[in-house]
């Protein structure tokens, strides 16, 4: 069983940065690639990145696209996402997950572990 933890979130000004971290105990390259996805209050639970843990590129949501970067350190067994140009959209639980072999961020509940999400709130 993959446990994740994540850790970075806060309060912000609109345009400042965040570093979120979630880090992984067990195996948390079996599905083939790892995700973050955020929801808000009365929204949806939506895909915001997603990296392939044996390479490519990676996949954004159009909504943060320039703004946002997910990267993955193997050696600490941690996946980042940083956010730049943070915006009061962006206000939302941040979430990373694992895999169990789906691969696309348009349906959260084919994902298999979940953190337990760390929030992100953006003032204006």
């Known amino acids: 069983q993959v446990q994740l933890v994540e850790s970075g979130g806060g309060s912000v000004q609109a345009g400042g940065s965040l570093r979120l971290s979630c880090a992984a105990s067990?195996?948390?390259?079996?599905?083939?690639?790892l995700a973050w996805f955020r929801q808000a209050p009365g929204k949806e639970r939506q895909g915001v990145a997603l990296?392939?843990?044996?390479?490519?590129?990676?996949v954004y949501a159009d909504s943060v696209k320039g703004r946002f970067i997910i990267s993955l350190d193997k050696d600490k067994n941690t996946v980042y996402l940083q956010m730049n140009s943070l915006a009061p959209d962006d206000t939302s639980i941040y979430y990373c997950?694992?895999?169990?072999?789906?691969?696309?961020?348009?349906?959260?509940?084919?994902?298999?572990?979940w953190g337990q999400g760390t929030q992100v709130t953006v003032s204006s």
């Open positions: 990296i392939y843990t044996g390479g490519g590129s990676p």
């Open positions: 997950a694992t895999s169990g072999g789906y691969c696309g961020m348009g349906n959260p509940d084919r994902w298999l572990y």
């Open positions: 067990g195996n948390m390259y079996s599905g083939g690639c």
